[in-house]
């Protein structure tokens, strides 16, 4: 399964307000190339809502199967 188009979440304000760094990591149900749904497994709660939106808006090739993907996000205050 691949997801060509892949959005990258936004840095949340607050984060970068308060210099909050870290790693998400998110598991995603695929169905007919789309993701039909977003569960947050671990990462600090400031990110969670961008990683579920910016899945929310991929785009994937797989099968007719239902797939489960897991990806790490990392935010990182420079």
Do not use: N, W
Not at 46 to 64: D, E, N, W
């Amino acid at each position: 399964m691949v997801c060509p188009t892949q959005v990258k979440p936004e840095l949340p304000r607050r984060a970068l307000q308060e210099g909050t760094s870290g790693v998400v990591r998110a598991q995603a149900r695929i169905s007919g190339g789309v993701v039909k749904e977003v569960t947050i497994l671990s990462g600090p709660r400031v990110f969670h809502a961008a990683v579920r939106s910016a899945m929310l808006q991929y785009k994937c090739v797989s099968g007719a199967d239902d797939v489960i993907a897991v990806q790490e996000f990392e935010f990182k205050i420079e």
